[in-house]
């Protein structure tokens, strides 16, 4: 009756203030984190399938929360991007990220580092100046850096988007399109922007072995970034079988947990020396 659709009412708006009252709570914890420097950038092995070596790492940030323990991004990332603090985040990514390809090099290997950006850093007037600045004060080449955008991103915001790009590609860095085949977007901003790799999403790769429709979407999205003159890593690999079918169908590069989950810097760098 009308007293229960009052309750249910009360109840749904409660929970609606729980859920607010605890992304405010998010948002000022992560503006302490930002401060007391609890966020640690984790690297994830790209391998290149041509020579089977260790090319690149993709950067993916975890905090380590004084209470919590290791937070995924999938925990206040969303939240930082509902605020500017992911602007902020994404600045302490970008040095960071320059800090480890310096280190890296220092010990004798050129591994590029790949780093994801939100829509809200595309759009950051000083996004460019920022990157520039980090690669000039910790001098790393920007060959070695990459930007992972998705999709969305390049479509929402195309000409933003083309005019970042194609600076940070006059200044050496490559670019590539994150979870790629997820966006509902049309593929006309493939060939209109500047653009060198395609990262196949990892929903296409889990049942590749077993499912003829992801078989034929792998080998499609290949011959097409090939024929675009862009390269294919593959992300989410998880199985020799896996791993094969994208060898035997010339993917350039992979990613998953067959060769390693997202680590910390000296695990990193033991993986490199084996
Ligand atoms: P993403 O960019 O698609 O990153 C790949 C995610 O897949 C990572 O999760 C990685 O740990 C996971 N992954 C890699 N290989 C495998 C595999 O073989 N199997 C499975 N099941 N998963 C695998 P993670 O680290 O939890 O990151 C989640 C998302 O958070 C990222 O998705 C990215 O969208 C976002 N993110 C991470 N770091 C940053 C950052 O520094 N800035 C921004 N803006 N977003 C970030
Ligand atoms: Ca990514
Ligand atoms: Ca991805
Ligand atoms: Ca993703």
Request: hydrophobic share 40%.
């Amino acid at each position: 009756g009308k007293k229960s659709n009052k309750n249910s009412l009360q109840f749904y708006s409660q929970s609606m203030k729980d859920a607010s009252h605890q992304a405010i709570q998010i948002e000022n914890e992560l503006r302490r984190a930002i401060e007391n420097d609890e966020f640690e950038l984790f690297l994830q092995p790209i391998v290149n399938l041509a020579n089977n070596k260790i090319e690149k790492a993709e950067a993916l940030i975890r905090w380590n929360h004084p209470k919590k323990g290791m937070v995924g991004p999938d925990k206040f990332i969303p939240v930082a991007e509902k605020s500017e603090l992911i602007i902020a985040i994404g600045e302490w990514v970008i040095s960071r990220a320059c800090q480890l390809v310096k280190q890296i090099n220092e010990l004798g290997y050129r591994i590029k580092i790949s780093m994801n950006l939100s829509s809200a850093q595309v759009t950051d007037r000083n996004l460019f100046s920022y990157l520039h600045t980090c690669v000039n004060n910790y001098q790393v080449d920007p060959y070695l850096l990459e930007l992972e955008v998705t999709e969305g991103v390049l479509v929402d915001d195309y000409s933003v988007a083309n005019k970042l790009l194609s600076k940070v590609r006059t200044i050496g860095m490559s670019v590539s399109v994150d979870d790629f085949g997820t966006g509902y977007s049309s593929l006309s901003y493939l060939k209109q922007l500047p653009l060198d790799f395609i990262k196949i999403d990892r929903s296409f790769i889990k049942d590749i072995v077993s499912d003829d429709n992801d078989k034929a979407i792998v080998r499609a999205v290949i011959a097409m970034a090939h024929n675009l003159n862009l390269c294919v890593i593959a992300e989410g690999v998880e199985t020799e079988e896996q791993l094969n079918f994208l060898t035997d169908n010339s993917c350039n590069s992979v990613q998953g947990y067959l060769f390693s989950r997202p680590v910390k810097f000296t695990d990193f760098i033991e993986l490199l020396q084996h």
